[in-house]
């Protein structure tokens, strides 16, 4: 009897954990869907299938854009960020010296900083470098959390693999250079791709330098542009506009985290736990 | 053959000195870099929070030294008037909201998040959904969440409101993000339901590495599962829980996305980055701003210190190799 | 073909001297086995000769030249890990020409090259297959090829057979004793842990203890003539029988040793020793039988042929005193 007792009550449990946690998307898929008057009524299941949220979104030049400028920037910055990171992860995870352990506290450290107490000295740099209201400002700027994290979990990675195979590659032969592109990176391609996608995702959700750094619609990312999304008036927001945005830009994220899950895990944990 | 002197780590051909100077190499751009956009701008923030710059003169600055942070003024009257973020109640406001959110947070996301790992880790049909089914509020981002929830707490259509009227919780429709009694309770929520999963994560990791024989030996013994749980499962992950809640705990502290989008100019919810960004850029007080920044850096740096040097937290793996 | 030697070569991590002092000659074209119990730093001199680990003092000369500040692939060495330790993601071709990729040769010299020792190592079926499609014993055989191809001075092999089960260790070990032969006799040192190994294998054995040598000599030497209660403990199955302290004093020593087969049963009466027999190892040609004459161990004599021995039963022992070995309070051999 305690038993199936125990049974219901974890199962009830469980119902509640996924419902929590799928409501507010679900919620938000609903909205979408809706529009005029019909917002102003709570529903808890679809009542329409009205696309007309979604094609008003589609065909913004605006959002699309800002859809494009996300995707360069996060692109961009994580890429340049992997590049100096997987270089750097194996002078940190493969080579002794002095001070190693203290520098890679540094690292951390950094990716530990408050943003906001880079926002005063990086909008003065942007400033100077005139590169306010473009790209570059957050490409550059987004570089101090994106890289930290990278070289952060790279290392961890690197440490991982066989002495063997590097001491087998320098009886060959092998600088660290040759060592790092024609037999660590082989080996490590699947860390790279969890690291580069966790990077991206925390680069395409960055909100604070996105908005200070840009000062038209054209230029904003899409945090900013779903966060200032606003309609006619100061008032009015267009709830079914904003909710087929937030989901048009949201299902892309779901999906790459589904599918992922396993190496999002695994980076996660490598650099939360193991560390 | 004359004796050689003894060879020392500075030897120019061998091995590691070849290793440790392609070190150098791969590691001075990462170093530049980070110095560039982090070190740099640091320091400039420091350096503004002692000047008197504004945000459209950023040149025209001159040293005022701490007064940005505490000064005072001698009226003629012989009052002594206090100025500076210091004595800035709106500041200490900021700061009590910040140390009161981050606490109540991780608290609930560290307890909330346990729970979860634990059904996780148990082995039943369909935990694959359910797992895949928990990270979705971590996937969404902060700023969706952030509007989603505004529009569930909607206080004329929102659907918290329907719920909760219709279970007889409450009598009137609660404007949860404008009313300041329950500005906190609003950001706290979808903070949670967000970083709920992420903290669930790292626990089920951590429960994944205690052996099983552990638990066969405690099932042999007849111990009750709770008792099992406190004594054997909590020292266990103990660790892992710890950099887990060191990490959240770094990050609530600093928290502005969801602050500034669910509920913004809220006097209840405003915390130290929001205050400090709305000196920097909406006020123009620069400088003012800077102090503000430099505070919170300051605030974090100790913590960050304090933690390690306390706990002398192994953070870099260097004694496992 | 090279010739190796070590002078008072030392070797410390931080504060632990792991090397304390080796000196040593390994002759052109010969077969060196390192040989010692786990910690006595045979895998890091072996290291300390490929040049993997830095040399904290002493020389090491190649050929007379010195060779301490010269990179692993420039000391012209190759090395068989005890882990095979196979570039995973390339074929079994690509792992054994990759030493001679970086070095500039051309594709046409390296396929040749490959092709050449696989057939040597019969393992010319497989080049198309990556590491995690070959078994252990093919692994291993790559990783041999693989150190072929690098045509070097000295092959350095660190107990390569450690992984592998014992039947394809004893096939292993006659491809290795084959291919030094086919080899023009191209010097090879190898570490290993077991003493079988080094018997059947070597021209000469090294025997280290704690970070030094404690003799070096061929197997006949070490077996015949060990200088040291360690080496004659530790060279031959089974172990040397020794007696000490009062059973030693008639001999006029302060360890006396003896080998299982230099032992006759006798009768009883003509015996020096007499006990009861506890055990009996039959291994199909020889006997072993363990003889409890009242020391802290038994006895270890070896019956040639079919012989059965009841236990508990009174066995009479006498030994071959030519065969003995006598040691001092130092534990090092008396020879006069």
């Not at chain 1, 009542?47 to 913004?60: E, P």
């Not at chain 1, 100077?128 to 930290?148: E, H, Q, R, V």
Request: glycine letters at 6%; a neutral charge; proline letters at 4%.
């Amino acid at each position: 009897m305690s038993k199936f007792l125990n049974a219901t009550l974890f199962y009830a449990l469980v119902f509640v954990i996924v419902g929590v946690s799928v409501f507010p998307f679900y919620y938000a898929v609903i909205t979408s869907f809706k529009t005029g008057t019909a917002l102003f009524e709570v529903d808890y299941f679809i009542t329409k299938l009205d696309f007309s949220n979604y094609i008003n979104v589609l065909s913004s030049p605006n959002f699309m854009r800002s859809v494009w400028n996300s995707v360069l920037i996060a692109g961009s910055t994580v890429g340049f960020a992997m590049f100096l990171a997987v270089t750097a992860s194996y002078a940190l995870a493969r080579v002794r010296f002095k001070g190693r352990g203290l520098l890679l506290m540094c690292i951390l450290a950094v990716s530990m900083f408050p943003q906001i107490a880079v926002l005063a000295g990086l909008f003065e740099l942007i400033r100077a470098l005139g590169i306010y209201n473009t790209p570059w400002a957050m490409i550059l700027s987004y570089t101090i959390f994106t890289l930290p994290f990278t070289v952060w979990v790279l290392t961890t990675f690197m440490r991982d693999l066989p002495v063997e195979i590097e001491e087998a590659a320098i009886i060959d032969g092998a600088t660290p250079w040759v060592i790092i592109t024609q037999v660590f990176l082989p080996l490590m391609w699947p860390a790279l791709v969890t690291t580069g996608l966790l990077a991206f995702i925390g680069a395409w959700n960055e909100f604070l330098f996105a908005l200070t750094f840009t000062a038209s619609e054209s230029q904003r990312t899409v945090p900013v542009a779903i966060a200032l999304l606003s309609g006619a008036s100061e008032f009015e927001i267009p709830w079914g506009v904003l909710m087929a945005a937030s989901v048009i830009v949201t299902v892309p994220l779901i999906a790459l985290v589904l599918i992922f899950q396993r190496k999002i895990v695994a980076g996660l944990t490598a650099g939360g736990v193991k560390g | 053959m004359p004796s050689s002197p003894p060879t020392s780590m500075s030897s120019r051909h061998s091995l590691s000195a070849q290793r440790r100077c392609a070190a150098m190499w791969f590691l001075a751009p990462m170093l530049i870099a980070l110095f560039c956009v982090a070190a740099w701008p640091l320091l400039r923030t420091i350096y503004f929070s002692s000047t008197n710059t504004t945000l459209t003169s950023l040149y025209d600055g001159k040293w005022i030294g701490f007064d940005n942070y505490l000064s005072y003024r001698k009226l003629s009257s012989g009052r002594v008037i206090w100025r500076g973020t210091l004595a800035d109640p709106a500041w200490w406001n900021a700061v009590w909201n910040t140390v009161r959110f981050s606490v109540v947070s991780v608290a609930l996301e560290t307890v909330l998040g346990l729970i979860v790992a634990l059904v996780l880790h148990q082995n039943f049909k369909g935990r694959g959904w359910v797992r895949a089914a928990v990270l979705i509020p971590w996937a969404i981002p902060t700023i969706v969440s952030a509007r989603m929830w505004g529009w569930m707490l909607n206080d004329q259509f929102g659907i918290i409101n329907d719920i909760l009227l219709n279970l007889g919780l409450i009598e009137t429709k609660i404007a949860w993000t404008a009313n300041i009694e329950t500005a906190m309770l609003a950001v706290l929520a979808v903070d949670v339901w967000k970083t709920t999963p992420f903290m669930a994560l790292l626990c089920l990791a951590g429960l994944q590495m205690i052996p099983k024989d552990v638990y066969e030996a405690a099932k042999v013994d007849g111990i009750h599962p709770i008792r099992v749980f406190f004594k054997v499962t909590l020292p266990l992950i103990r660790p892992a829980l710890m950099v887990a809640v060191i990490f959240r705990m770094l990050d609530a502290l600093r928290i502005f996305d969801l602050i500034y989008v669910l509920t913004p100019n809220s006097k209840a919810t405003k915390t130290m980055s929001v205050i400090a960004r709305e000196n920097l850029i909406d006020f123009d007080k620069f400088a003012y701003g800077s102090a503000q920044s430099t505070l919170l850096f300051a605030l974090i740096a100790i913590f960050v210190s304090a933690y390690i040097w306390l706990g002398k937290v192994d953070l870099s793996g260097e004694h496992s190799k | 073909m090279a010739e190796i030697e070590l002078k008072n070569l030392r070797k410390s991590f931080g504060g632990l001297a792991v090397i304390k002092g080796v000196d040593l000659e390994v002759r052109k074209g010969e077969f060196m086995v390192f040989v010692g119990p786990s910690g006595c730093g045979k895998s890091t001199l072996l290291r300390l000769i490929s040049g993997l680990e830095e040399i904290s003092d002493g020389d090491l000369m190649f050929d007379g030249v010195r060779v301490n500040d010269t990179i692993p692939s420039k000391r012209g060495i190759a090395m068989v890990f005890q882990s095979y330790a196979l570039y995973p993601h390339m074929n079994v071709m690509e792992n054994m020409a990759f030493g001679l990729k970086l070095a500039g040769s051309t594709k046409e010299e390296r396929e040749a090259r490959v092709i050449e020792a696989a057939k040597m190592l019969q393992i010319d079926h497989l080049l198309e297959r990556k590491p995690k499609e070959l078994s252990g014993g093919q692994r291993q055989r790559v990783a041999i090829g693989r150190a072929i191809v690098r045509d070097p001075r000295v092959f350095l092999f660190d107990e390569p057979l450690s992984n592998l089960d014992a039947a394809l260790r004893v096939q292993t070990r006659l491809e290795i004793a084959k291919l030094h032969h086919d080899m023009n006799d191209v010097t090879m040192i190898y570490v290993t842990h077991d003493q079988v190994e080094a018997m059947t294998l070597a021209d000469r054995i090294c025997v280290l203890r704690d970070g030094l040598v404690e003799q070096v000599g061929t197997p006949a030497e070490l077996y015949d003539t060990p200088n040291s209660v360690f080496v004659a403990g530790f060279i031959g199955a089974p172990k040397m029988n020794f007696l000490t302290g009062e059973n030693a004093k008639p001999y006029d020593c302060a360890t006396y040793g003896i080998r299982a087969e230099h032992i006759d049963i006798c009768a009883l009466d003509e015996a020096i020793w007499t006990g009861s027999a506890v055990h009996a190892e039959n291994l199909g040609a020889d006997h072993y039988l363990f003889v409890d004459i009242g020391v802290s161990e038994p006895l270890v004599v070896r019956q040639p042929g079919k012989q059965f021995t009841a236990l508990g039963t009174e066995i009479g022992l006498k030994p071959q005193s030519e065969h003995a070995h006598r040691f001092d309070g130092a534990d090092r051999a008396i020879r006069n």
